[in-house]
């Protein structure tokens, strides 16, 4: 004897499950509106946060454009000076053997039968974006503005204050 089952019932019942599990997951797709508002939020608090740090962190850079840019042009001047102490080149009397003027650092100045140069290009003032320096000569007084006849100092025209409470133009 042969005995046939059928089974019937399982087959709605798993057409049933599809069903249900599919209107389910369409229900929980999307976000809601709470959701959106709490997300942007979020964004909107990390953005405000790194505005200010971002901020510092270009003021620190160009202080340190500044920084390397004098140094560099305090350099370029001793190392004029020193090629004048040992007589190299011609200097007038009273510039103490320091340059003119930033021009003749870039220009270069003839040195017996060749042209020394001692600074490829005057830099830009990453303050004020300009490849303009305030110099002070060596009669002048530590404090005043310049005016010269050499250049024995430079510093930054910028009336701004650094990162450290200290002016640009006394660096």
């Not at 930033?102 to 270069?108: K, M, R, Y």
């Not at 060749?114 to 005057?122: A, Y």
């Amino acid at each position: 004897m042969i005995s046939l089952r059928l089974q019937s019932a399982p087959a709605p019942l798993a057409i049933a499950g599809r069903s249900r599990n599919v209107s389910l997951a369409n229900s929980q797709a999307g976000l809601t509106l709470v959701e959106l508002i709490i997300v942007v939020a979020i964004v909107g608090i990390l953005a405000g946060a790194a505005i200010p740090i971002a901020r510092f962190q270009v003021k620190r850079t160009k202080e340190k454009e500044l920084r390397r840019d004098l140094w560099e042009m305090r350099d370029a001047i001793d190392h004029y000076k020193d090629a004048a102490d040992k007589s190299a080149f011609q200097t007038k009397l009273d510039s103490f053997n320091y340059p003119p003027d930033l021009d003749t650092l870039v220009n270069g100045v003839d040195a017996g039968t060749k042209k020394v140069r001692f600074l490829r290009r005057i830099p830009k003032d990453p303050m004020t974006g300009q490849a303009e320096w305030a110099t002070r000569s060596m009669q002048d007084d530590p404090d005043s503005d310049g005016g010269g006849q050499n250049v024995f100092d430079v510093h930054s025209k910028s009336d701004g204050t650094a990162l450290d409470g200290t002016k640009y133009n006394t660096w």
